[in-house]
């Protein structure tokens, strides 16, 4: 270029050289020929610059053409789609969806003039509505970053935090480079309801659904993000075009929140009675209630203790009191979290890391209803019974005797009336209304192993519910086969001992059992909708099989209706189980854990009412109850009056039964406390000024209880000679009793001596990540 | 030898240049049938029209943007333009041998244009690193002082040269006193509104003055010459030595100039992407508003590199019509000087063309990146009010010279 320049320059020059040495034109002359010659030279240089532009096309335009396409960004902005709703069958929202706004500054906009006619109006604004954000920093910020375009300085703001500014920019055209960026939280209005049945969200809140609805229904629940694309028409002028998001859809849960409400508050009363009762911590180490409709499979109601609260799902304060849980990589490699007998205090969350905690969080956000295996007890004997009515094995009218333990192979099963004597006569009716061990071994044994098995598949105890939230447990390894189950396995099962189930296995094949012999598909949603409200499907009730006959069922509702009610005489187990004024029917479970000796005990109650046309079924597991003696039933069957005395007149049913005066006394006092709480109270529906025992403020008709007591330790059983077979002392009697501790641990409900063989697998306390 | 054979064209053009003016002064009845050169008036309002669709075609992005409303400087760019034909039909009409009346009077102008300058100091607005704007007290607008600096320069060393006699004005003593006019106002410039581009515009209208009024022609040869090895030693030496550029931003400016891949600096990125545009528009351009680069990756592309938005959009063939145009215009200006009435009017019109052709040629010779970039605005088509509006002035001395030279001619 410069020589171009040159060039030029020296052609002007020579052109006037010879003008002037000709002498001959005036100075005027001179002065216009100068003036073309300028002209010229621009001339000159134009042309340069015109073959400059000629040459950057030919030699570099298509070089150029691909820099510029590459470079090319269409200003686009993503907009979030909604995550559905979920919502109770009464349309109460569970689980929402909120609109918020993350602050953005763009610090280019703001410095756009030096005199900061822009800059200090919006930080003045800024700082007037939102007290958190550091001005002094913002500025230096946006003045040593002037070129900066994107800064996200608050985040998830209601539109209510924001509205007084966007007012503000309103009115103020010199308040600019503020924007804000839409996205969306999840909101769980009713807080720690239902936590572990909804799960919670992870990703933004809108996706990422984890545990429960939110990660089973993750696909329905979410939708497409919609995308905002600025572009240039062909009149040069800036286009919005809006793709929009395609909201997540809606789904309807069969909860109905209220009595899901009572549920919790009554399970939430029993730890408050009982945390730190005989040992430190929970009032249980576990405490679940599953309430069903027997007449469709769907979940009315289904919590388990502790809960947390989905919008804070990290808060470790719900993990206070629950045992310790730590991670132990085992034998074939895979990380394992195995329960410690510690009890998590405050002073170990703060010591703990975060990966500790996480391990413990693991379990917290976990459903035990689905998700936690034990050995059921007591409840599975209706199964065992309808078994072998369905099968023909038995008539219903045999009649047994208990002496108070069966020999076994060489095993000595007893009953929970070992220490006086049996039971004596025993009726199929009694022996489950009693819950006879030994009438169920016999009748078990009259099943026999094929038969067993079978009608454990058939009540799909080893298979999965297949019920619609996420995390359901396996049982296939948990449960025998007819290959596998032996004489004492057998004899084990038919009480409910030795093999595994979930809560919502248990509850499932109940209702089949007293509903006519339908097994219903358990479900918790049975609608899903769009955002406008259009249903895009409903889930209808799901009949899977015939589980025993019409006829096989009645009997089944007849029995249960005498373990909790008058017809079951006086050492009916379920009696404290029934709610004033109402029939129901039921079942109680006791059942020993693994190890057997320890004493650590599942208590359990699993009902249904009303007794003669069964509309809702209710299961209530106690495990490891915070008592010096675990093997009390009557507070799983306090436990589940309590929640059935408010759930039946709530759903409508009527009372059947006559009231006694101390009974009517009771209800209306029961009614008072309710009104106060809801009128009174700080109206967050805690009853924490209670803090008597609820369960002894009735008088109770004291009978001995069903399920026995704890067996004396005789010290003459260190003289005992050791069976070398099964490594116990075995006294004259045949008596098995432990060599090193001397307990007889056959001395609870479910006497099971320590040597009767277990399925390996039964550890349910332990868990594999993922399970 | 080259040099010769250039010499003897250039004087074959010179003697066609002055059979055009002999017919011209032939046909002298018709040309003053008019009051004014309808042609020159013509090439300006087309340069407006054209520069106000550009503005609008590079801006509206940016404006849409930045203020939420695409015509945001289309606007204000059409007010400042129809208040610029307002001043321009008024400066046709205003006799202006008023400046020569007084001996002392072009001394005030001279004073005036330097104390513009020194209106930065309490008044000055600072935008983009720069305090070049001052604020109009009541109106809200603003205005480049440079610009009337420059306007009142053109006119200051017109009335001074004039004022001097051929003779002196060719030696050294009466060359060095307008250049070191020139130069304060420059320096000025420089110092007060850090604008470079206006200082050295100032600079070359004063040394093509002093070129066109002089009989001389032997030092100006040696000071283009002097210049450019200064110009070239100066590049040399930044190409030679990386580190030299540090510090300077000016230095860094020609770096970044010699290597703008490897430069983070903006004004070498502004430099590529208005290449990229070139390259990018091809022969026939992209079409009217269809220029990618003006939305975001050119900084304002309504200013200094509107002309690499139009080679986008209309392609080499778009560009290379508008320079054209702007030959016409100087063209106009030529024959308006030729046929100025005394040699004021003649040095003003020259000082004039000079300005519009300094412009010119300094803008593309940035887009294209033949010289650094300085940050020049092409006349009547950039974005910006002051320049509009004080190039319409111009406009209209010319036409008061050209409307004076045909009322004589009538006369005659």
Not at chain 1, 130 to 154: G, T
Not at chain 1, 683 to 711: C, K, L, R, V, W
Not at chain 2, 259 to 277: D, F, I, K, R, V
Request: some cysteine; overall charge negative.
């Amino acid at each position: 270029m410069a020589s171009n320049i040159n060039k030029s320059d020296n052609g002007k020059k020579s052109e006037n050289k010879k003008k002037t040495s000709r002498g001959t034109y005036s100075a005027k002359q001179i002065r216009l020929g100068k003036l073309s010659a300028l002209f010229a030279a621009m001339l000159v240089i134009l042309v340069a610059l015109a073959i400059r532009l000629v040459k950057i096309v030919n030699d570099n335009g298509e070089e150029y053409q691909r820099i510029v396409l590459s470079n090319q960004r269409y200003d686009s902005v993503i907009i979030p789609f909604r995550r559905g709703d979920i919502v109770d069958c009464k349309g109460t929202i569970l689980a929402t969806s909120e609109k918020v706004y993350n602050l953005v500054v763009d610090a280019s906009v703001m410095m756009t003039y030096d005199d900061d006619r822009y800059l200090e109006p919006t930080l003045n604004a800024l700082s007037a509505c939102f007290p958190d954000i550091n001005i002094a920093e913002l500025r230096s910020f946006v003045v040593n970053n002037e070129s900066n375009h994107y800064r996200i300085l608050e985040k998830r703001l209601t539109y209510g935090q924001i509205s007084e500014f966007l007012t503000m920019q309103e009115n103020n055209s010199y308040i600019r480079g503020v924007t804000f960026e839409e996205e969306y939280r999840r909101v769980y209005p009713m807080g720690t309801l239902c936590s572990t049945v909804l799960g919670y969200t992870t990703a933004n809140n809108n996706s990422g659904g984890m545990y429960g609805l939110e990660e089973y229904y993750e696909s329905v629940l979410t939708g497409t993000d919609g995308r905002e694309y600025g572009y240039q028409n062909e009149d040069a002028t800036l286009e919005r075009t809006i793709k929009p998001a395609v909201d997540g859809y809606t789904i309807h849960t069969t909860i109905d929140s209220t009595i899901q409400r009572i549920v919790e508050d009554k399970l939430n009363a029993f730890n408050e009675t009982y945390r730190d009762n005989y040992r430190a911590g929970n009032g249980a180490e576990n405490l679940g209630c599953i309430i069903m409709d027997v007449n469709s499979g769907e979940i009315l109601a289904m919590a388990d203790f502790p809960g947390y609260n989905p919008a804070d799902y990290m808060n470790t304060d719900p993990l206070i009191g629950c045992k310790y849980y730590e991670a132990v990589v085992n034998a074939g490699g895979y990380t394992e979290y195995r329960k410690t007998t510690d009890v998590i205090t405050q002073e170990m969350l703060d010591q703990m890391t975060q990966d500790q905690i996480n391990v413990n969080l693991y379990n917290l956000w976990k459903n035990q209803c689905i998700s936690y295996t034990y050995e059921p007890g007591s409840t599975a004997k209706p199964f065992t019974v309808a078994a072998a009515l369905d099968c023909g094995a038995i008539t219903g009218d045999e009649v047994y005797t208990c002496n108070g333990a069966l020999q076994v192979s060489n095993y000595y099963i007893k009953c929970h009336t070992y220490d006086s004597g049996g039971d004596g006569v025993v009726t199929v009716q009694d022996s489950i209304a009693w819950s006879c061990n030994v009438a169920l071994m016999k009748i078990a044994q009259a099943l026999g192993t094929d038969n067993m098995c079978k009608y454990q598949r058939i009540f799909n105890l080893g298979l999965k519910t297949n019920i619609d939230l996420a995390g359901e447990a396996r049982t296939d390894t948990l449960v025998y086969n007819p290959q596998t189950m032996g004489p004492v396995d057998l004899a084990t099962n038919s009480f409910g001992q030795n093999f595994n189930a979930t809560m919502i296995q248990m509850i499932t094949g109940f209702c089949s059992l007293i509903n006519g012999g339908y097994y219903y598909e358990p479900h918790i949603v049975n609608q899903i909708t769009d955002s406008t409200g259009a249903i895009i499907q409903n889930i209808e009730p799901r009949v899977l099989r015939q589980t025993v006959s019409e006829s096989v069922s009645e009997r089944m509702r007849q029995y249960c209706r005498a373990t909790v009610m008058e017809e079951g005489g006086s050492r009916r187990s379920g009696r404290n189980a029934r709610p004033y004024g109402y029939a129901i029917g039921g079942k109680t479970g006791t059942a020993q854990t693994i190890p057997r000796e320890t004493g650590q005990i599942v208590i359990s109650f699993m009902g249904f009412a009303p007794a003669d046309d069964p509309e809702i079924a209710i299961y209530v597991v106690i495990d490891r109850p915070n008592f010096a003696k675990q093997d009390n039933v009557k507070y799983a069957c306090l436990l589940c009056r309590d929640i059935l005395q408010e759930v039946l007149p709530y759903m409508g049913i009527y009372m059947t039964e006559p009231l006694t005066d101390e009974e009517l006394k009771y209800l209306e006092e029961m009614q008072l406390e309710n009104t106060l709480r809801y009128t009174q109270g700080d109206g967050n529906g805690e009853s924490g000024s209670q803090t008597e025992d609820p369960y002894e403020q009735i008088e109770m008709t004291q009978i001995t209880d069903s399920t026995g007591e704890t067996a004396n330790v005789y010290p003459r059983w260190m003289s005992y000679p050791i069976d070398p077979a099964t490594g116990h002392r075995v006294g004259p009697d045949g008596t098995h009793y432990d060599a090193d501790t001397g307990e007889l641990a056959t001395a609870t409900s479910n006497i099971l001596d320590d040597s009767i063989p277990v399925n390996d697998n039964l550890d349910s306390d332990n868990y594999t990540n993922g399970n | 030898m080259a040099t010769g054979r250039n010499a003897k064209q250039n004087n074959r053009s010179g003697e066609i240049i002055k059979g055009n003016f002999k017919n011209a002064a032939e046909s002298i009845s018709s040309y003053a049938q008019t009051d004014i050169d309808m042609n020159l008036v013509f090439i300006v309002l087309f340069l407006l029209g054209f520069g106000l669709l550009m503005v609008y075609s590079a801006s509206s992005y940016v404006a849409y943007r930045d203020y939420g409303n695409s015509s945001y400087y289309f606007k204000k760019q059409i007010t400042s333009d129809l208040l610029g034909l307002v001043c321009m039909v008024v400066t046709i009409f205003i006799p202006l041998g008023i400046v020569e009346k007084n001996k002392n009077f072009k001394f005030l102008i001279a004073g005036l244009a330097n104390a513009v300058l020194l209106l930065v100091i309490p008044f000055g607005v600072e935008s983009h690193g720069a305090r070049r704007w001052i604020q109009i007290p009541g109106i809200g607008g603003r205005l480049q002082p440079a610009e009337i600096t420059k306007l009142l320069m053109i006119v200051f060393l017109a009335a001074m040269i004039n004022s001097m006699g051929n003779a002196y004005i060719s030696s050294w003593k009466g060359f060095l006193f307008c250049m070191g006019m020139a130069s304060l106002s420059s320096l000025l410039l420089y110092l007060l509104t850090d604008n470079l581009s206006s200082a050295l515009i100032v600079f070359m209208i004063a040394f093509v003055m002093c070129f066109v009024a002089s009989q001389d022609f032997k030092k100006y040869i040696f000071l283009v010459i002097l210049g450019l090895a200064a110009a070239g030693a100066v590049v040399a030496y930044v190409a030679s030595d990386d580190s030299a550029s540090e510090g300077s931003f000016r230095l860094t400016r020609i770096s970044s100039w010699l290597h703008p891949e490897n430069s983070a600096e903006t004004s070498a990125h502004q430099m590529l992407q208005g290449l990229y545009a070139i390259g990018n528009g091809g022969w026939f351009g992209r079409g009217l508003g269809q220029s990618v680069q003006k939305v975001s990756v050119l900084p304002e592309p309504q200013n200094d590199m509107i002309f690499a938005v139009i080679c986008e959009e209309l392609g080499i063939v778009g560009a290379i019509s508008l320079m054209i145009m702007f030959v016409l215009l100087m063209y106009r200006m030529l024959l308006i000087a030729r046929n100025a009435k005394d040699r004021f009017s003649f040095l003003l019109v020259s000082g004039i063309m000079a300005h519009f052709a300094i412009q010119v040629i300094l803008n593309i010779a940035v887009v294209t990146g033949s010289i650094p970039n300085t940050g020049v605005s092409l006349p009547f088509i950039s974005y910006g009010g002051s320049s509009a509006l004080f190039l319409l002035i111009e406009v209209g001395i010319v036409l008061n010279v050209d409307r004076v030279s045909r009322a004589e001619s009538r006369e005659r």
